[in-house]
């Protein structure tokens, strides 16, 4: 017995001391792709030194003789950190993720083939003036000179990541960060998704009722549309609804995830110290590393700070010392699905306004680690590329005989945005500023610019030019085929929203409706936030000045106006009725809740446990009203509406309708559906999170999840590459964080301010920014979250151009210099 237990002693110690050994050999490897910042390196590709001084905040300010040389050392930095992050992001646009990840990742890699976005930042390139081309050709260079320095130092890889996945790097070109652009533009339009929601719910649902829950913004101009069934020839709805979870890895996201974003600004007369002031927290899903990376970049027309995405060159939301701006999503209307109609006698045809047309075709191998690479037929018409029904949902509003294809902006071949981007980096008044921003394409913005002394705001991005006679006015999809229906290029810049001097000296934007115009010139249908645009113009007009606290202030706050009126409405019939019930039944559980309710000012606390009950009552009450309407259709309105939920209650057009139970014989009221949905909720609570009420808290629920896309749900390294954050703020407060609206975690923080920055021309070192996370891609560098902490309690890190600050406690000086 004692001989086995001396053997098993020794297979456990051997075990013990190979896991040791194994560990300590990965974390040698992946510790090696941490880069030196104190290294002095001979690279080719410069005209002269380059110094990269990383500041205590490890975000590199960069010096240089020539321009060129000043973006090659952003493109080194941007490698340096966060080599892993630009290679998935160009990966994605080039359709070739299923190269290392498999079967996965084919669906995703299949509709971004058919999109063509990586062919049209190819052909854009040639589009770009001379010295733009130069700019890119450097950034690449730079960022070509660390993977040669790995590759020959045996550095790591570049990344720990790269140790997983064997493939070999290939160079950076200026096409692939033309691409990067095109990838935001995917990640910040809905347009297609709301064509296709709008176009299903007409199928199922009256006029009235579809007014009801996908309501136009309040303002007049908007007409009447007829439905989906009377532009196109579809015949029955198709039975069912096709659903697919989108892959972590994937830049579509859905509808509700489209983008948004906060920005304003003060002119001289409503800022206390006399001079502008500017705030921006642009919004995108999270992901660890976050997508943004601090830099500052020294130029022949003086420094410029603020937040790039790693694999652009540009500082796309900052300040020179002559110029601040900030971007929010303009939710421009840049898309159309046309419905192209199939010659009966040649498939291969499809009708145009002249007759019958062949598809442009394109064969395309997309290669798959671990399996058979297949083949897809790519296809385009005069209007843009043919997507497959089994994307979008698109089979359900196709009718037979039909394909859909699709027109976006940001398939222009044409994309002189980053020559627009580099002008606006060389802007000293607000009229370069817009003059350049002329030639942006997409993703279209709201750009919020402020000079010392002005502010203004103007939409960037070329909007569309359509027929005053459109079918649909782009709001559904329409006949390809007729002329009405088509695009006739770009409207004039000038047709833009633009603002200029306000009046009010205050102007800004949170992705809600900017203006009331009929159509074509009307911008858009949708608007991403009818909410905050509330507590925003409150928080502006109750100071006769500003500063930059109160502007922290207001981005960091988390009041929400949905919960303080729709509250009044959805409880009115249920405040403190009847006698208190008897202990440990729902009724006594409704009470107290109801009781919390009542007291609360809708803040968004994540210490408070009003929040959780208010989002989860919410949430069962919309599941309620719309679930024997829509049956499955349902699943699309996983986040609360409320501009649907106060038509309802206030009953709107008879929206009250949506409280009867069609499929019941009782007539129910909106109080008692309020009432069953609020007894849902409250189980719900309390099989998640325990029946105690008062001891909730909206953090718990409300966690910021800041996930790898790769390795996040790998066991053990998960809980070293995701940042997980116990957060405020909720869906339509100014400290925006979404939920995500399924299961198991509905409430969970997942898109949000990754980035904000407040920018004071009173004293423009004063100035401030943060990101979500940490300037790293390398979990193992100590800077891979050291700025998360500061973000999520509200905190910020100076923003300021004078080089000696940059140099004081740097964490290290990179120097380059020419080869010979």
């Known amino acids: 017995m004692a001989r086995i237990f001396r053997w098993l002693l020794r297979i456990v110690t051997a075990g013990l001391l190979t896991a040791f050994l194994v560990a300590c050999v990965t974390y040698y490897l992946a510790s090696r792709s941490i880069p030196d910042y104190s290294a002095r390196l001979s690279v080719a590709g410069l005209a002269g030194p380059v110094e990269i001084v990383r500041d205590n905040a490890n975000v590199p300010h960069i010096f240089g003789s020539t321009d060129e040389d000043v973006f090659f050392g952003l493109g080194f930095a941007h490698a340096q950190d966060r080599l892993w992050q630009m290679t998935m992001s160009r990966r994605a646009a080039q359709g070739r993720l299923s190269e ?392 004039p810049y000038e047709k833009n929203p633009t603002f200029i001097d306000p009046v009010g000296g205050i102007l800004g934007n949170t992705n809600n409706k900017t203006v009331d115009r009929p159509f074509p010139e009307h911008v858009s249908f949708t608007w991403g936030d009818t909410q905050r645009i509330q507590r925003w113009t409150r928080l502006m007009q109750t100071r006769e000045v500003h500063t930059r606290e109160s502007f922290i202030d207001a981005q960091l706050d988390t009041v929400s106006v949905t919960a303080r009126t729709l509250l009044p409405l959805i409880a009115k019939d249920l405040w403190f009725t009847g006698e208190a019930a008897p202990e440990g039944t729902p009724e006594r559980q409704r009470q107290r809740a109801l009781e919390l309710l009542a007291n609360w000012n809708g803040e968004m606390s994540e210490h408070l446990p009003e929040p959780l009950i208010f989002a989860a009552w919410l949430k069962h009450l919309q599941n309620r009203l719309v679930r024997d309407e829509l049956g499955p259709l349902s699943v699309e309105f996983a986040h609360p509406e409320p501009l649907f939920l106060e038509r309802v209650f206030r009953d709107v057009d008879g929206a009250a309708v949506w409280c009867d139970v069609a499929q019941s014989t009782a007539q129910e009221t909106c109080t008692d559906i309020a009432r069953i949905a609020l007894d849902e909720a409250l189980l719900w609570i309390g099989a998640n999170y325990g029946t105690a009420l008062e001891s909730l808290r909206w953090g718990d629920a409300h966690e910021a999840l800041h996930d790898h896309a790769v390795l996040g749900e790998v066991p053990v390294l998960k809980w070293i590459v995701n940042i997980h954050q116990s957060t405020s703020g909720g869906d339509f407060t100014l400290l925006r964080g979404r939920t995500k609206g399924s299961d198991p975690d509905p409430y969970s923080n997942v898109h949000g301010a990754g980035y904000r920055g407040v920018y004071d021309f009173s004293d423009p070192d004063s100035s401030v920014f943060i990101t979500a996370t940490g300037q790293s891609g390398h979990p193992l560098s100590r800077h891979y979250d050291d700025l998360g902490a500061l973000w999520r309690r509200g905190e910020y890190i100076p923003m300021s151009l004078d080089p000696a600050l940059a140099r004081a406690a740097n964490v290290g000086v990179t120097v380059l210099t020419p080869a010979e």
């Open 100 to 491: 290392i990840f498999g079967v996965r990742t084919v669906k995703t890699d299949e509709l971004l083939r058919r999109f063509g976005l990586y062919e049209a930042a190819s052909a854009s390139v040639s589009s770009l003036d001379a010295e733009t081309r130069a700019m890119l050709e450097a950034y690449s260079a730079g960022v070509n000179a660390w993977i040669a320095t790995v590759n020959e130092g045996a550095l790591g890889r570049g990344a720990p990541e790269f140790f997983l996945f064997s493939r070999e790097i290939a160079p950076w070109r200026p096409a692939d960060t033309v691409a990067m652009g095109k990838i935001m533009a995917l990640q910040l339009t809905g347009q297609l998704q709301e064509e296709v929601l709008r176009a299903r719910v007409s199928l199922q649902l009256p006029e009235p009722r579809l007014a009801d829950i996908l309501p136009d913004v309040p303002g007049p101009g908007t007409a009447a549309l007829p439905d989906y069934a009377s532009l196109v020839p579809i015949g029955e709805p198709p039975a069912g609804w096709t659903q697919y979870a989108l892959d972590p890895l994937s830049p579509v996201k859905p509808r509700a995830f489209a983008g948004a974003s906060n920005a304003w600004a003060a002119a001289p007369k409503r800022s206390a110290a006399g001079k502008a002031l500017l705030a921006n927290d642009p919004h995108l899903g999270f992901t660890a590393p976050t997508v943004w990376y601090l830099a500052r970049v020294e130029l022949s027309t003086g420094g410029v700070i603020g937040a790039t995405i790693p694999g652009i060159p540009f500082i796309l939301s900052g300040r020179s010392d002559a110029l601040a701006w900030g971007i929010t999503s303009s939710y421009l209307d840049d898309q159309d699905v046309f419905m192209e109609e199939l010659n009966p006698a040649n498939p291969q045809e499809y009708r145009t306004p002249t007759g019958w047309k062949a598809f442009s075709t394109k064969s395309s191998i997309i290669e798959i680690k671990g399996s058979e690479p297949i083949t897809i037929t790519l296809r385009r018409t005069e209007n843009g590329p043919v997507l497959p029904g089994s994307h979008y949902n698109l089979d359900k509003v196709t009718p037979g005989g039909h394909v859909a294809s699709l027109g976006w902006t940001a398939l222009s071949p044409r994309d002189t945005s980053m020559q627009a981007a580099l002008g606006l980096q060389r802007a000293r008044t607000i009229e370069e500023a817009i003059d350049a921003m002329e030639l942006f394409i997409a993703p279209a913005q709201n750009l919020t610019i402020a000079e010392p002394g002005r502010v203004a705001l103007k939409m960037v991005g070329a909007m569309p030019n359509r027929n005053p006679g459109h079918a649909s006015q782009g709001r559904m999809p329409a006949l390809g085929w007729r002329t009405e229906n088509r695009w006739a290029g770009r409207m």
